[in-house]
DNA sequence: TTGCTAATCCCCT
DNA sequence: AGGGGATTAGCAA
């Protein structure tokens, strides 16, 4: 055999090695590097050809040790390699095509063993790699034109004494190698993101399992409740109020009330609720809950009301709420379940959490907070300060109602005109169970104010749940949800700690409101001046959300009831006081949204040397809003203290018959009520409809629009002028809607070091401060400086209104000397 | 074992 | 025919 023509198999044509690749080809895939699999060696021993073979290589100090029959195969021709010579190969070629034809193993072998054995000692491998030199040269063409053409490889071989098809496999091998670094580069990165993603979610399941608290490291708030329990008391909640109804239907076939054979203790029916979560320490702190609340359990309950503790224990379904899966939902329920224990707690629970101080109000003593309570949105930032209190009242709504208010982001803004500038509900994660509120969870945005621009409207993003505890005792909680939500702007300046509200409804249609309010914000936005009150919670506390709703509900009382007392003078009909009503709350809210710079509207911040240090000035553009008159709108506010009492303030601002003291409007004379229509009991909180006394015949007089309300909290006097015909419309039942108007007016408060404004309705003011404190005073004007949208805005426009505002105040001043 | 490299085989355009 | 994917074999770490 012509074996000669090895010695080059680099520049072999088709044979060569192609022949015993073939073969090894044929043989299964895995058998490659000695892995010669089992069956197969024995076949092969079982030929002494193969022995032979194998024994062979040893010699050979061909390594690979495990190389076997196959490595043999496939190293035969380097042994041949020693000299040159072209004319050999084809013989080889033959020689090896024949064998793999054969397509035997064993023939392969036995042939290839004389050829291993003739091997002869100067064997220079058919391996070999190219020189330095050589990879440089490719690797720098390779650099330049991954894809060399004909011509550019041919001058490369000559010029690196290569084959032609050495440096086309060499780039075509090269090609391939980039392309599987690529590849394992990608594969690495792909699988650091899921090792990432695996180690997140292992960690997350493990904090879920054993929740710490993030700040402190402490045991989280939320307690081991698994997500299973979780359902479950979703469904015993359900399960609850499904008997309660069917307990109920069953009552009025007997004629009797049905119970559902529980013990007469509300504990059970509340432990059903949320559970008697004995996790979070308290114990059952719902059950104590029901019976500290000053209605007895007689009240609520009554056979029917009072549920079972012993509750199937079917599977809770997965989505008795609606709620999917996502870990983000269950963070939500988790969240929302510690934030009700801890409203339920603090509503509750009296001294030492809760300290009353002068005038009534109750305040939280932080040390029995931290003390009592686990913190279950971390701990508070070192910059904030805290404020935090609690009010109880009696409201005339019933507990459904108001739960549907709270958990209805369009009626909880109507409830509340003055504190909240803007709300929504950004996710609902559920409605609630068998058609109640009971349970239901979201997700809501909101602006809350208090009206002055000197303290910046709080932007929160909070959870709103609502529970039911018993039949006529609801609760729902706002907690922050800034903690959770990573990608949440950090805008807030302000974060709600749980805070809401306990209902229980009373017998005679009223219900008793436990508020409670808690807050951690940057005090350093607030201006000195209102410090005291804000920090007392009398600026975002309890006591103001308590008392609007006081007002509120008495207004819709009072509205609803068929006996409107009403003083005005000309008959209005009802429809024209409705729409009266509604022009007059879209005044208030305007107002408001001007003193607030709430983004309700797009305002223009207007820095004027001109302008006062505390006075805002701002501007916006008014188009196509039948509303209001079109052009540039400027608003101007600002907040000052007066040495007099709120109510003094408040009497003396409302009153027409001294309105010129103050108002450049009345032409220097009083001014007529012309229409009145009274929103509750306090005759300071009323719509009325005033005029201007006529300077002389020929002068037309001029309407004004005024609304006036005051509560435990503060008092408010906002008006506008009115168009006559306008108005006329209006009361007359027409749609308000189209009436232009621009409100200006009046916020007072007191200034938060100890006196409190007295509404003689208010069951709570007792012995209402005494006249202790002063009064913040807030006074805004929108008046429209061009009726041309387009038009610039001129010193002399801004100069008037700070010049209104000034003398407005130095008037007041005036006529109201000190208290003391 | 793993990774790299030179070389082959085979399919597709 | 040539490119490119799949595969193989030799070798080094």
Redesign the pocket.
Known sequence: MSFGGFLD??H?G?G??????????DIP?NM??G?LSQPLSKSMFSSPGLSLALQTTMEGG???GG?GG??D???MP?SYEISGGGGGRRSRDEEHESRSGSDNMDGGASGDDPDADDGKPPRK??????TPQQ?QELEALFKECP?P??KQRLELSRRLCL?T??V???F??????M???LERHENSILRQENDKLRAENMSIREAMRNPMCSNCGGPAMIGDISLEEQHLRIENARLKDELDRVCALAGKFLGRPVSSMAPPMPNSSLELGVGGNNHFGGGGVLSSTASALPLGPPDFGVGISTASSVVPSSRASNNVMGIDHSLERSMYLELALAAMDELVKLAQTDEPLWLRIEGGREIMNPNEYSRAITPCIGLKPNEYVSEASRETGMVIINSLALVETLMDSNKWAEMFPCMIARTSTTDVISNGMGGTRNGALQLMHAELQVLSPLVPVREVNFLRFCKQHAEGVWAVVDVSIDTIRENSPSFSSCRRLPSGCVVQDMPNGYSKVTWVEHAEYDESAVHELYRPLVRAGMGFGAQRWVAALQRQCECLAILMSSAVSTRDHTAITSSGRKSMLKLAQRMTDNFCAGVCASTVYKWNKLCANNVDKDVRVMTRQSVDDPGEPPGIVLSAATSVWLPVSPQRLFDFLRDERLRSEWDILSNGGPMQEMAHIAKGQDHGNCVSLLRASAMNANQSSMLILQETCIDAAGSLVVYAPVDIPAMHVVMNGGDSAYVALLPSGFAIVPDGTGGRVGSETDNNSGGSGGGAGGSLLTVAFQILVNSLPTAKLTVESVETVNNLISCTVQKIKAALPSDN
């Open positions: 198999n680099s072999a088709d060569g090695g192609g022949g015993g690749a073939r073969i090894v080809a895939y490659r590097g892995a061909g390594g690979g190389g196959i490595g195969i496939g190293r380097e491998k058919r391996y070999h790699r190219h990879i894809h053409d004909e084959e098809r050495q086309k496999f060499w075509q091998n090269r090609r391939t190698q392309k599987t670094q």
